[in-house]
Nanobody, 127 residues
Framework: QVQLVESGGGLVQAGDSLGVSCTAS????????MGWFRQAPGKEREFVAA????????YYGDSVKGRFTISRDNAKNTVYLQMNSLKPEDTALYYC????????????????????WGKGTLVTVSS
């Protein structure tokens, strides 16, 4: 049984930094590209970032480029998202996904073709 479990969300102030993580079990972690999505109340799901199977290539959504960093540790079956210079508009449920698709695939930007999804961790940024 595959599980993706996110952790690390919380309440922070605008301008703060926060890191969230996602630990996978039940799958061969290094066989999957990993990524993060978010969904704010009343809004559609948005692609945040994706990382290739061995962490070499990374891709970001336009709204987080230069502020967020995705990384992974295959020895720990964990993918991370470091978020800096947080803004109130970053408030959302953040959840991770695993896909056999390459991290470069356009499907990531559309959120389609993912094999597994986590349930999310809530990040709230106050102004």
């Amino acid at each position: 049984q595959v599980q993706l479990v996110e952790s690390g969300g919380g309440l922070v102030q605008a301008g703060d930094s926060l890191g969230v993580s996602c630990t996978a079990s039940g799958l061969t972690f290094r066989s999957y590209a990993m990524g993060w999505f978010r969904q704010a109340p009343g809004k559609e799901r948005e692609f945040v970032a994706a990382v290739s199977r061995f962490g070499v290539s990374k891709y970001y959504g336009d709204s987080v480029k230069g502020r967020f960093t995705i990384s992974r540790d295959n020895a720990k079956n964990t993918v991370y998202l470091q978020m800096n210079s947080l803004k109130p508009e970053d408030t959302a449920l953040y959840y991770c996904a695993a896909a056999t698709l390459p991290a470069s695939a356009s499907s990531w930007f559309q959120g389609s073709g993912m094999d597994y999804w986590g349930k999310g961790t809530l990040v709230t940024v106050s102004s």
